[in-house]
């Protein structure tokens, strides 16, 4: 089992994560992604599903019709953020980079 997070690690994981925020409510990390159209956002969605089985961690994912992609990360089994969604995170912001 993951180790729970702080809030505390959790901001300073983030930091060097563009657009990626920590939501202390929820309990998660998020960020939303914006494409030319929706075509474009599904076809980032796939590329994350496959990130996502490849480290067994996978985020909530809502798609707008206007081209965006929300990602939601936490882990269930501690309710709250982990090195797992961290490293997810990181894996999307290499993807998006590349």
């Known amino acids: 089992m993951s180790e729970l997070l702080t809030?505390?690690?959790c901001e300073k994981a983030l930091k060097g994560l563009d657009g990626w925020n920590y939501n202390d409510v929820y309990k998660n990390i998020e960020?939303?992604?914006k494409f030319n159209n929706f075509e474009s956002a599904i076809t980032f969605v796939q590329h994350v599903a496959s990130i996502s089985v490849e480290i067994n961690h996978c985020p909530d994912i809502v798609i707008g019709k206007n081209g965006t992609a929300?990602?939601?990360s936490?882990?269930?089994d501690v309710n709250g953020v982990t090195e797992k969604d961290i490293?997810?995170?990181e894996s999307i912001e290499i993807l998006?980079?590349?």
């Open 7 to 9: 809030d505390n690690q």
């Open 31 to 33: 960020k939303t992604f």
């Open 70 to 72: 929300k990602i939601t």
């Open 74 to 76: 936490t882990t269930n």
């Open 87 to 89: 490293a997810l995170a």
């Open 96 to 98: 998006v980079s590349g």
